[in-house]
């Protein structure tokens, strides 16, 4: 009796043999989807933003607890409204006949209108036809254009790839660049998850460079060089260095000649330069304007501007856009050899054609309306409100969690986040252990518990042995900001009365 595995193919090729044998069927045992049997990687993914305290925090909420969510940088979330002109863009090309109506200029002003049939007259087929792989040529173009007017050189839209938000595009290059375990991506810490999620996904090796706290989060070389020399003795090979200017979840703000070093240093030990520089509108001090990679290598000029590979990467998910659930983001690609980006359009091309609607997005962010336009002012009106808000908030956030017993905080120089430094008294760190939980977690939680403000703990970012933190949005109406930061303030102080009993600390 032959025993035979339990799938079709097998019995058809039984019927095709044409001998007629009594088949015993096995139970399955192990199915690909099986949790045992998962591709190992996928489990070794750890997401803290959507971790443990969004779980509990969703739990309260349907038990009907208020609970302000501040885990996710996702602005419409918290109340944000959408800009009115490309919203009134996108309907006109979601709903073309509208255009045909003779009553449309009565609902939408005739710029909306005549942007509405340029970006129709960009596709081939409206927002329900695929576009290009690499997104509609029409508006790669108007975002080589706002490259260039940003940085003052030529960009080339066939080396602009638009993708379904910065995350896609973040994860198609990581995939292009890691081979296996033994390829590094240097990764700054505190990080944003999606690197180190991307990474155990791919099954590379992240390489933490350390920020330094006490130096408003800078980047030093000397950290790098020495995290290089690590990963290089434990036998990997570091490809690729990434850097998010400005930073989540610490908001700083990268300077020019810090920048400068970066790029050099990309060049002594050949390693691709990441750029996400998707918050490179929110900057809220005056003293270091953003100033993207790409402008930075340009101006050092050959050999290092024409050798240094970069990959840059923007989103309409964030600046006063917000407009996360869109879906919309680019990257642009410098100094790849034209093989590379040929093999990066062919893996493109599996899934397609990015989101149709968010390109557009994406057209309207880089080619916004100009002086004179009809929807100028209020485009202005509507934008600055926001950016201007997000800064009040971002000293609101910093100088509340500075006046709290053990807080200290640097300035949100830029981003959308506050990251303050949690001085955990011993006996909170013992009473954590006793729960069974990470200590910042456990303060996390229980501030969750008594004020209904979900953070997320900054173990989920990486930091320092021994030293705590959270991170928070600051993206709370303005309005409810005072109100937030007393709750917390009074959730701290008295946990930090409960746990501290005599314990003395310096404030950094
Ligand atoms: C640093 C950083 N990069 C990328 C992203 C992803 O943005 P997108 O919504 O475009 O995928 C985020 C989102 O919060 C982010 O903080």
Same mark, same amino acid.
């Given at each position: 009796m032959d025993v035979v595995p339990n799938y079709p193919a097998a019995t058809a090729l039984q019927r095709l043999e044409n001998t007629p044998r009594e088949i015993k069927y096995e139970p399955?045992?192990?199915?690909?989807?099986?949790y045992e049997t998962l591709n190992e990687n996928v489990k070794k993914v750890q997401y803290a933003v959507r971790g443990e305290l969004y779980l509990r925090a969703s739990e309260l909420q349907k038990e009907g607890k208020k609970i302000i969510f @501040?885990?996710? +940088?996702?602005?419409h979330a918290l109340g944000q409204k959408p800009l009115t002109f490309p919203r009134q863009v996108v309907a006109l090309c979601q709903a073309p006949f509208l255009l045909d109506d003779p009553n449309v200029g009565l609902l939408f002003p005739a710029d909306a209108i005549a942007r509405a049939k340029h970006y129709l007259s960009l @596709?081939?087929? +409206?927002?329900g036809a695929y576009s290009d792989s690499r997104g509609i040529p029409g508006v790669r173009k108007e975002v080589a254009e706002f490259i260039e007017r940003r940085d003052g050189y030529p960009s080339d839209p066939e080396l602009i790839f638009l993708t379904d938000g910065a995350s896609k595009g973040v994860m198609q290059i990581l995939n292009c660049i890691?081979?296996?375990?033994?390829d590094g991506i240097l990764v700054p810490v505190?990080?944003?998850?999606l690197y180190s999620a991307t990474i155990s996904l791919l099954g590379g090796s992240l390489v933490p460079y350390y920020l330094e706290e006490s130096a408003n989060w800078g980047l030093d070389i000397d950290n790098l060089r020495e995290s290089v020399a690590q990963a290089r003795f434990k036998?990997?090979?570091?490809r690729a260095m990434v850097i998010i200017n400005p930073g989540n979840p610490t908001g700083q703000c990268l300077s020019e000649a810090n920048l400068r070093e970066i790029l050099n240093f990309c060049y002594q030990e050949n390693l691709v330069l990441l750029g996400d520089?998707?918050?490179?509108?929110?900057?809220?001090?005056?003293?270091?304007p953003f100033i993207s990679a790409r402008k930075v290598l340009m101006d050092m000029g050959a050999p290092i501007s024409k050798e240094v590979q970069l990959v840059s990467f923007h989103t309409?998910?964030?600046?006063?856009?917000?407009?996360?659930?869109?879906?919309g983001g680019y990257f642009e690609m410098t100094n790849l050899p034209p093989q590379t980006v040929d093999e990066i359009y062919k893996i493109a091309s599996i899934a397609l054609s990015p989101n149709v609607p968010a390109q557009i997005f994406m057209g309207l962010m880089v080619n916004p309306l100009k002086p004179g336009d009809i929807s100028y002012e209020q485009f202005v009106r509507e934008s600055q409100g926001i950016l201007e808000s997000l800064r009040r908030r971002a000293r609101l956030m910093t100088d509340g969690f500075n006046s709290c017993k053990n807080v200290v905080c640097n300035f949100?120089?830029?981003?959308?986040y506050s990251f303050p430094q949690i001085r955990l008294p011993p006996k909170a760190i013992e009473a954590a252990k006793k729960a069974g939980k990470v200590p910042d977690v456990f303060y996390c939680l229980k501030l969750l518990e008594a004020t209904g403000i979900s953070t997320v703990p900054g173990s989920g970012f990486g930091q320092k042995e021994g030293v705590f933190h959270l991170r928070t949005t600051i993206l709370p109406a303005e309005e409810d900001m005072p109100a937030i930061m007393s709750s917390f303030k009074k959730f701290n102080d008295e946990f930090m009365d409960q746990y501290e009993n005599n314990w003395n600390h310096s404030r950094m």
């Open positions: 399955h045992l192990d199915s690909a989807l099986d @501040t885990n996710v +940088g996702n602005p @596709t081939s087929g +409206g927002l890691i081979r296996g375990q033994g505190p990080q944003y998850p036998g990997i090979t570091v520089e998707v918050y490179q509108q929110n900057i809220y001090q005056d003293e270091r309409v998910s964030k600046g006063y856009w917000g407009e996360c659930g869109q879906r949100t120089e830029g981003a959308m």
